[in-house]
């Protein structure tokens, strides 16, 4: 048996996900992979909710790395920090979905589909958005953040294939930029 850790299992899990599907995944199963018994498991989560939450977030700040922080150093405006934040966002999701469907799926599911961790996670993107942009209204960041979510948020991803994200996106930024103050 392997020398069983949080991180062990969730490395694991992730592999066994991306492998096989989330839906033929089972606590039972990642523990077998590990060469342990599922009780063991519940050493370290709560149970398979609790796993496939932290696994989801570990992959999505993963996935949103280049925005948590999000480096302003190169920047000229508030404008452009903004734009390229949301743009690093939208694609971030984008690239994800194209790439990683079934962690993609289990995002959508254990993410998006639960409210209080989903709370979390628009406070964590709004806490970035706020450190790099240096606007100090919570509304506006809101508002931003509600303006570009066709191109973020998941129950969307199907119909991102569908049109040109890029030429889609400046077309919205163009109507939400003249809002933004430097």
């Not at 190169?74 to 920090?81: A, D, F, L, M």
């Amino acid at each position: 048996m392997k020398n069983l850790s949080r991180e062990l299992i969730l490395k694991t899990a992730h592999r066994m996900v991306a492998e096989q599907g989330m839906e033929k995944v089972n606590l039972s199963k990642v523990a077998n992979e590990l060469g342990t018994t599922h009780a063991a498991i519940y050493k370290y989560f709560t149970g398979k909710e609790e796993l496939w939450t932290a696994l989801a977030h570990l992959w999505l700040n993963h996935e949103l790395a280049k925005l948590l922080p999000f480096e302003t150093g190169n920047y000229s405006s508030t404008k452009e920090i903004v734009h390229d934040w949301l743009w690093i966002l939208s694609e971030s999701k984008y690239q994800s979905y194209l790439h990683d469907p079934e962690m993609f799926k289990l995002y959508t599911t254990y993410i998006d589909g639960n409210p209080i961790v989903w709370a979390l996670h628009i406070e964590e993107l709004l806490a970035s958005l706020k450190a790099a942009s240096r606007i100090e209204d919570n509304g506006q960041l809101h508002a931003l953040l509600l303006a570009f979510s066709w191109f973020s948020a998941p129950a969307f991803a199907d119909k991102w294939l569908l049109v040109d994200m890029k030429r889609e996106f400046e077309g919205v930024w163009k109507l939400v930029e003249a809002g933004i103050l430097e």
